[in-house]
């Protein structure tokens, strides 16, 4: 599990207890656990899993989380319409999200629908990191990746606030 992950899910334990609800075993042994090497010595960061890991660092776990983003909304986006997706094809997918890293694209499924995404004082805003399109395709296919495509992307799985729900542009 990646440390921002963990921190993630410490930021939900500490909501959990200031509302008094109940930790489930699995906390509870967690925690005692935790402690109990602390009371050893060992450093907190590594009893409560907050220290990288060798060869693990904080811009890797970034790079996790926005190419999941990316492989998720994809795998939204090739679903049929009739299932709540654009009906998208592999090439499609990967050209949206080429535009939509830019802050606007034209769904070439409906009609001709623009996206346009832009702050307060009218510029684009990106909604994905820029890859080309060959980086897109082969983080499409790669093995590691799989796990990113679903309708429900965790917010545990990538370490973000929060989880996505099938988040395509209506």
């Known amino acids: 599990m990646s440390v921002r992950t963990q921190m993630k899910r410490f930021g939900a334990l500490a909501i959990q207890i200031r509302e008094r609800k109940e930790l489930s075993d699995e906390q509870l042994d967690f925690l005692a ?33 926005e190419r999941a983003v990316v492989i998720h909304w994809m795998h939204c986006a090739m679903r049929p319409i ?33 996206f346009k995404y832009t702050d307060k004082q009218g510029n684009l805003v990106p909604q994905f990191k820029k ?32 989880g996505i729900k099938n988040n395509l542009p209506e």
């Open 33 to 65: 656990e935790a402690f109990e090497k602390i009371s050893q010595g060992c450093p907190a960061e590594i009893a409560l899993a907050l220290k990288h890991g060798a060869g693990q660092t904080e811009s890797k776990e970034i790079s996790v989380e």
């Open 131 to 162: 890859y080309t399109y060959a980086t897109i395709q082969k983080a499409w296919y790669a093995r590691e990746n799989k796990q990113f495509k679903t309708l429900d992307l965790s917010a545990l799985a990538v370490g973000l606030p929060y």
């Open 82 to 114: 009739e299932e709540n997706g654009l009906g998208l094809n592999l090439d499609e997918a990967t050209i949206a999200v080429m535009h939509l890293s830019e802050g606007e694209w034209v769904n070439p499924k409906k009609n001709g629908k623009r």
